[in-house]
């Protein structure tokens, strides 16, 4: 496709749960970014790769939340022992990696993670 | 500890008059400064951006100011229309780094 596509849009899971989110970023770019957004709040950064290794996974918020890129395209967050905390709006970006990378990051429509 | 805020949660316009947007920030090693405009279950999208070298940036009807004495940035929207309705977003970067955003805005442009 031509944009960010995320997968599912809804995820609802029971409290202690294994989740995993999918982002399919646009062909060819080599940046991709998770951030979570929660209610009321801007996107929060978690991680950010450059082709299929972690650049800077400072944003993890522990060790429940990992995240993959094997062949430098699509990734996948994994989330173990849902929390109820968990719930928020996993946002994922993709961008060319080149220049002034977070100009040119698009954003997917997101998944909307409830945890009950 | 945020480091971008912005301290008006919603602002509401009428339709041709101006929308001014606020964002403060508190990291002097910020370089870059994005605006991003989010509709309902829609990501965010990239809107305008200004480097830390310059103080004004403008595109069609929104212009970007920095004032870095004052770690202020502000978005105009000029003329507004209603179709500007959303949640606007005030983003902050160092060199190539992460974004880090503000609480957002949600502007109304009403007839």
């Known amino acids: 496709g031509a944009g960010v596509s995320q997968t599912p849009s809804n995820k609802v899971t029971e409290k202690g749960k294994y989740v995993e989110l999918r982002c399919d970023p646009i062909?060819?770019?080599?940046?991709l970014y998770w951030y979570r957004q929660s209610l009321g709040q801007g996107p929060e950064f978690l991680i950010y790769?450059?082709?299929?290794?972690?650049?800077?996974d400072s944003g993890l918020p522990n060790d429940r939340f990992f995240a993959v890129r094997p062949e430098g395209s699509v990734s996948t967050l994994k989330i173990q022992r849902t929390e109820r905390g968990d719930s928020a709006v996993y946002l994922c970006?993709?961008?060319?990696?080149?220049?002034?990378?977070?100009?040119?990051?698009?954003f997917g429509q997101g998944t909307r993670l409830t945890v009950v | 500890d945020q480091q971008v805020k912005q301290n008006s949660p919603s602002l509401s316009v009428q339709e041709g008059r101006i929308s001014i947007l606020n964002c403060d920030y508190t990291?002097?090693?910020?370089?870059?400064f994005l605006w991003y405009k989010k509709y309902p279950a829609e990501g965010p999208t990239f809107l305008i951006s200004?480097?830390?070298?310059?103080d004004k940036n403008e595109d069609g009807r929104f212009t970007v100011f920095l004032n870095k004495s004052a770690k202020h940035l502000s978005l105009h929207i000029v003329p507004s229309q209603p179709g500007d309705s959303a949640v606007y977003f005030c983003?902050?970067?160092?060199?190539?780094?992460?974004?880090?955003f503000g609480t957002g805005t949600r502007l109304q442009v009403f007839p």
């Open positions: 970006a993709s961008s060319t990696g080149q220049g002034v990378m977070n100009t040119e990051a698009f």
């Open positions: 062909s060819g770019h080599t940046a």
């Open positions: 790769f450059q082709g299929t290794g972690a650049a800077d």
């Open positions: 990291n002097s090693m910020f370089d870059y």
């Open positions: 200004i480097s830390s070298i310059k």
């Open positions: 983003a902050a970067a160092r060199n190539t780094d992460k974004l880090i």
